[in-house]
């Protein structure tokens, strides 16, 4: 089956830095992979998705890329800010019909001032 | 619009009660998925529908779980007998399409005694 596998230890970084979390799958490769955010107490929330014919892919300061050879992702948020902190969790698809996602454990990443 | 709605937010309750936790998932959204996270398993797909059909229970863990989508606005999902491994927090999700991303709601956290 396919296992994730992300940091468990928290990253801390200083403001205005830029933040690299990875992510790293075992198996086969997926078709997509996706990358949310979420706060303590709140739901996950969608931040960005990216397909395996893409090798990177950018909204505002955040980048991500897919390597399917290393058969990893890298989440990078550039110009680093307190309100950026949080946990950051990969999806990926783990069944043929490719909705199925399933979660990593989510990496910690603390900006401070 | 909303947002997934869930409730309740918080339930506790003592270890032999029954369950039911509710979600309202975005209007227009073809699938509804439940998760539950806890600290050492992290995020777990229990099950997800599309149209209101069960597509993939394989996450349910065991017959004590039981869940419902009578319509496309409303999902249940119970627990009867509750014991105090099913402690966690609850989400559900709902998804305007296929692999596209997940619309988490806040959750419900559930603490059996």
């Known amino acids: 089956s396919q296992k994730i596998e992300q940091n468990s230890e928290a990253l801390n970084i200083q403001e205005g830095k830029t933040a690299t979390l990875t992510c790293n799958y075992t198996?086969?490769?997926?078709?997509?992979l996706q990358w949310y955010r979420q706060d303590p107490g709140r739901g996950p929330v969608f931040l960005l998705l990216i397909r395996e014919n893409e090798k990177e892919k950018r909204k505002e300061r955040l980048k991500v890329t897919f390597d399917t050879t290393l058969k990893q992702s890298l989440f990078h948020i550039t110009a680093s800010q307190p309100a950026d902190s949080a946990t950051y969790l990969c999806a990926l698809a783990t069944n043929n019909a490719g909705n199925m996602l399933t979660f990593g454990g989510g990496t910690r990443l603390m900006v401070k001032p | 619009d909303a947002g997934v709605i869930q409730s309740p937010r918080h339930e506790v309750t003592e270890m032999g009660q029954e369950v039911t936790l509710r979600c309202k998932p975005i209007?227009?959204?073809?699938?509804l998925f439940w998760y539950r996270q806890t600290m050492m398993r992290g995020l777990e797909l229990l099950i997800y529908?599309?149209?209101?059909?069960?597509?993939?229970d394989s996450g349910m863990p065991e017959d004590r779980f039981s869940a419902k989508m009578p319509n496309a606005s409303f999902s249940t999902l119970k627990i009867q007998p509750s014991e105090p491994r099913d402690s966690a927090v609850y989400f559900c999700a709902s998804s305007p399409r296929h692999t596209g991303e997940l619309f988490f709601g806040e959750g419900s956290r559930l603490t059996v005694l």
């Open positions: 198996n086969y490769s997926p078709a997509y």
């Open positions: 529908f599309n149209n209101n059909v069960p597509i993939d």
């Open positions: 209007s227009g959204h073809d699938y």
